[in-house]
């Protein structure tokens, strides 16, 4: 999620160019074997080698645009949702180990392994948040 590589609008509009200069010397045929490294191209492209038509073509591209930015919704939603809950995890945690230290006041071997529990699962939920949850939310939103 974090690293993802597309074709740049440059090398798509120069592929689409390519594309379009052999279709009309040799027809919708021409392209049955040409290389396209961009999944939605290559389905646009099977789908007039196939002789559809572009009203059907051009339909089922926006469907496959919609669905995808939905689903991206729906992930970016889920990942948001974590990201806001982990840091009120990580004190729900803190508070666990600062309950489990002052319980044990008499023992001092005790406090230390209870107070790094509680530090630790703040440092935690402030990681999940920001480091995890967050930067993937971000990310399913610019695509």
Do not use: W
């Not at 073509?57 to 926006?62: D, E, F, N, Q, Y």
């Amino acid at each position: 999620a974090f690293i993802y590589k597309s074709d740049t609008p440059e090398e798509l509009i120069a592929k689409a160019v390519e594309m379009a200069d052999a279709a009309r010397k040799g027809g919708f045929l021409a392209l049955e074997e040409a290389e396209i490294s961009n999944a939605f191209m290559q389905k646009g492209v099977d789908m007039l080698v196939d002789g559809h038509d572009a009203d059907v073509v051009r339909a089922s591209l926006s469907s496959d645009i919609r669905l995808t930015a939905a689903r991206h919704e729906v992930g970016a939603g889920i990942f948001k949702q974590f990201g806001d809950v982990a840091p009120a995890m990580g004190m729900i945690g803190t508070l666990i180990g600062l309950v489990a230290m002052l319980s044990n006041m008499d023992d001092p071997k005790s406090i230390g392994p209870a107070m790094a529990v509680a530090l630790l699962t703040t440092l935690y939920g402030a990681m999940i948040a920001n480091m995890v949850c967050l930067p993937i939310c971000d990310k399913l939103k610019l695509r």
